[in-house]
């Protein structure tokens, strides 16, 4: 499975793309996968605050719902309108058009880098 | 739970789907195709063409003897016997309480010889059940699944494709009927039945002439519209038709009754059959619940296992045992077990969408029907 190096991952299949204490936040390739065609996106309001590893959305699918955690304890300063309003992005380019919302990270947690998330997947 | 590993069985066109890319999920202890690409698109092509699913999993029994009729009537809900050769009948098997322990489809082959089709993950229980039910028959019981594989072409074109690579007359198969016949130089029992709510045909073949059959079909469909299709679409295929799942909404603590299908039993048959007193004494009392269809104009599915809700007082009055987006009506669909007296369409509900109250109303099943 191809994910890209320069992300960082949390075990709960997001990604996060940081810049500063910027991050752009979407779930993996590996996770749309599992979640089938994605049919609605719940994302966190911006201006919302959120702590890391707390449900801040949902992604629901033909088969199924999963929560989103939020990856960081941060402010949530903008989200992917594209992707709520055609979720299949998700399913398309999960790590790209389908990235979910950003938001600023009051602190840098531990995270898994491409290749120990890839191992975490079972390195396909 | 890694599907592909070891643990679970494979089907004779496990390879064929790797193949493809698919996707495979456990099912039943079998590694099965979930999707192969995007199970909406395998959704709407069974709708508006022909979808092709591999059910090798299935269970396969069948019963010969001259009192092989006579055996099933005991054992089963309904009245086998007067099946004419080549039909088909939907019907269940339960047990001494009414409980159903599987729901099947039963053809006669011949005069003296039936196949009874078990959910896979029923096999045994159906298999035991009946080696234990025949007994006083001059009939017998032979789990036949390692014999057969199957096969089903699904949607609005299947005819046109089946045709085209077997030698019987397709236009002459009824609904709910089956026939011998050779499809690209195998020999199969060709029957008119499915479980997606299309028109559409399943294919009894030998496990070793799968792979012939599939790539027969994939061939003469696929110019068409024919799509591999996998667990995933079948699920909401059988959902929008208003099929009752085993495990969702059919299991051993519902009868027949609850599920809205009193129809497949006959309470009126000679010698009686395994939980006739039970399903006799549910009938003439009346069920407490019954399985309804509920549509949502929001966009959070309701999903197996959600309470049901009276809108006014927040008071659960029932459970829902399957829903799902819609991929061919665009809003969720849901079936559910309410208490009568709420089971009206039009009737005005709630389902608890992990902890919000979402406004359903209740509707006639199907949901969806087609124009056939």
Partial sequence: MNVPAQLRFTAEHEWLDIEGDCATVGITAFAAEALGDVVYVDLPAVGSSVAAGEACGEIESTKSVSELYAPADGDVVEVNQAVVDDPGLLNLDPFGKGWLFRMRVANIPALHDAAAYKSLTGGE | ?372
């Fill in chain 2, 1 to 372: 739970m890694n599907p592909s590993g070891h643990s679970w069985r494979r089907t004779p066109l496990h390879d064929v789907h790797a193949a493809l890319g698919a996707s495979f999920t456990g099912f039943a202890g079998w590694s099965m195709p979930v999707r192969y690409s995007s199970e909406i698109a395998e959704h709407k092509a069974v709708r508006s063409a022909a979808g092709l699913f591999d059910l090798c999993h299935m269970g396969e029994l069948e019963l010969t003897g001259r009192e092989a009729g006579a055996a099933l009537d005991f054992a089963l809900v309904g009245r086998p016997s007067k099946l004419g050769v080549g039909r088909a009948r939907y019907s269940m098997i339960c047990a001494e309480d009414g409980g159903i322990l599987d729901d099947l489809v039963v053809y006669r082959l011949a005069e003296e010889r039936f196949l009874v089709v078990a959910n896979a993950a029923n096999v045994l229980v159906v298999r035991d059940a009946l080696n234990e039910r025949v007994s006083g028959f001059d009939a017998e019981v032979r789990d036949a699944s390692d014999d057969w594989g199957l096969l089903a072409v699904q949607g609005p074109i299947s005819a046109a494709i089946v045709s085209e690579v077997t030698d019987l007359d397709v236009s002459a198969l009824r609904y709910y009927a089956i026939d011998e016949a050779v499809l690209a130089g195998a020999a199969v029992l060709l029957a008119r039945t499915g479980y997606t709510g299309e028109d559409g045909f399943e294919v009894y073949c030998r496990p070793e002439d799968a792979e012939t059959v599939w790539s027969a079909l994939i061939e003469a469909g696929t110019q068409r519209g024919l799509v591999p299709a996998g667990l995933a679409c079948r699920d909401t295929l059988r959902l929008e038709a208003g099929m009752p799942l085993y495990g969702q909404e059919l299991s051993r603590q519902v009868t027949p009754f609850e599920a809205g299908l009193g129809r497949v039993v006959a309470l009126d048959k000679d010698g009686g059959f395994v939980g006739d007193a039970a399903l006799a004494a549910r009938h003439n009392a009346g069920t407490r619940q019954t399985l309804v269809g509920l549509v949502s104009a929001g966009r959070r599915s309701p999903r197996a296992g959600y309470p049901v809700l009276d809108p006014s007082t927040g008071m659960r009055i029932g459970r829902v045992t399957s829903g799902a987006p819609s991929p061919t009506l665009g809003h969720p669909i849901a079936m559910a077990y309410v208490a009568v007296g709420r089971d009206e369409p039009g009737t005005r509900l709630a389902i608890d969408i992990r902890g919000a109250a979402e406004d359903v109303e209740v509707v006639a099943l199907p949901f969806y029907r087609c124009s056939r």
